[in-house]
């Protein structure tokens, strides 16, 4: 029952990411590479980091995205956690005729929990942003004011393993990501709905506390005019990497 629930879950993301999309929908194919590290402190207290860079076309044309985000975990218990964070977002020019990126300041908070069983884990959060792009004064400099508004985001992480029940070592899993993005504010007029991003992948265990994910990207994005979309097919690369520096462990 439970596999097929997952599987009817799968069939439906699928379907809303590749189907009847709007015909106002330009395209691109992009590389997100990206490095994620939670360290525990302690019982309670860790660290959040994670370092991302996208290009913008056909896979390995020019630069789109530069993100370097940090943050403070408190620990509820090992399955749940909250984060206070912030974000620096560098926006490389989005064509030719801009000629300078556009720096985005970005708090954020989030609440973190999983769920696991003998086989499957389950990851999921909610995170709350503020969101504080630079505005442009023309095509070749930056103006003095900001852009701001909220958002929020809802993301699932779900790893099922490939190899049979006890067989070791236990290194390739599949994966099933999706991430919802909600933007509000009074600036917000056309797009309440900002993106969703759908990944299917593999992940390879090289012990407990690294991994290595890839696999097909899908993100599907509402721009702020309201009516023009932008769907991008990218190759996700991702390092996760995990600390524990509490004493004794």
């Known amino acids: 029952m439970k596999m097929k629930i997952q599987l009817s879950l799968v069939a439906i993301l699928l379907a809303t990411t590749v189907i009847a999309q709007p015909k106002n929908t330009s395209h691109a194919s992009q590389t997100w590479l990206a490095y994620f590290n939670q360290t525990r402190l302690s019982n309670k207290w ?97 103006a003095d004011s900001y852009a701001f508004n909220f958002r929020l985001r809802y993301n699932f992480f779900y790893q099922i393993p490939l190899h049979p029940q006890g067989l070791i070592p236990k290194k390739l899993s599949a994966i099933v990501n999706d991430e919802l993005h909600i933007n509000f504010g009074k600036q917000i007029v056309n797009n309440y709905f900002d993106q969703n991003r759908l990944f299917l992948g593999l992940n390879y265990s090289f012990d407990n506390n690294n991994n290595l994910q890839f696999g097909y990207l899908n993100t599907f994005i509402q721009t702020a005019a309201g009516n023009q979309y932008r769907n991008i097919n990218a190759l996700r690369v991702a390092y996760m990497h995990s600390l524990n520096l509490r004493k004794g462990k």
Not at 91 to 114: A, C, G, L, M, T
Request: glycine fraction near 6%; hydrophobic fraction near 30%.
């Open 46 to 142: 860790g660290l959040w980091g994670d370092f991302q860079i996208r290009t913008r076309e056909e896979l390995v044309s020019d630069f789109s995205t530069g993100i370097a985000r940090v943050g403070l975990t408190y620990f509820i218990d090992d399955n749940v956690r909250l984060t206070l964070g912030y974000g620096f977002i560098n926006n490389y020019p989005p064509n030719d005729n801009i000629k300078v990126s556009q720096p985005e300041h970005r708090p954020w908070q989030q609440v973190q929990w999983f769920t696991k069983n003998k086989r499957t884990r389950l990851m999921q959060y909610i995170r709350l942003e503020q969101r504080y792009r630079r505005r442009y004064l023309n095509n070749s400099e930056l």
